[in-house]
Nanobody, 120 residues
């Protein structure tokens, strides 16, 4: 299974970006939780948003109201819409998913990361 992330780039403070991440595999049975994390230089990786199979969303207060996570299970894709971006949002963003495959149970996968730069 590969998680292919895209959509990062350079944006001015106050601007918006939409990140996408698609799970690619020949045999995906179920995708459970899908989420986005970020890691800025010198900092630990932190949760940005997560969405369950049932569509329950969660995100920390630092981004709540500015980010929206959504998923399209027909496309095995999770999206992260980020608005009113701040310089402190700059980081490498990683997608994450718990995926069940036939005969193998559930496992956690990470995307390769997509960089978001916010200019002030």
């Amino acid at each position: 299974v590969q998680l292919q992330a895209s959509g990062g780039g350079l944006v001015q403070a106050g601007g918006s970006l939409r990140l996408s991440c698609t799970a690619v595999s020949e045999n995906i049975f179920n995708i459970n939780d899908m989420g986005w994390y970020r890691q800025a230089p010198g900092k630990q990786r932190e949760l940005v948003a997560v969405i369950t199979r049932r569509g329950i969303r969660n995100s920390p207060d630092s981004v709540k109201g500015r980010v929206t996570i959504s998923r399209d299970d027909a496309k095995n894709t999770v999206y992260l819409q980020m608005n009113r971006l701040k310089p402190e949002d700059a980081a490498v963003y990683y997608c994450n998913a718990e995926i069940s495959r036939p005969g193998r149970g559930a496992a956690e996968y990470w995307g390769q990361g997509t960089e978001v730069t916010v200019s002030s």
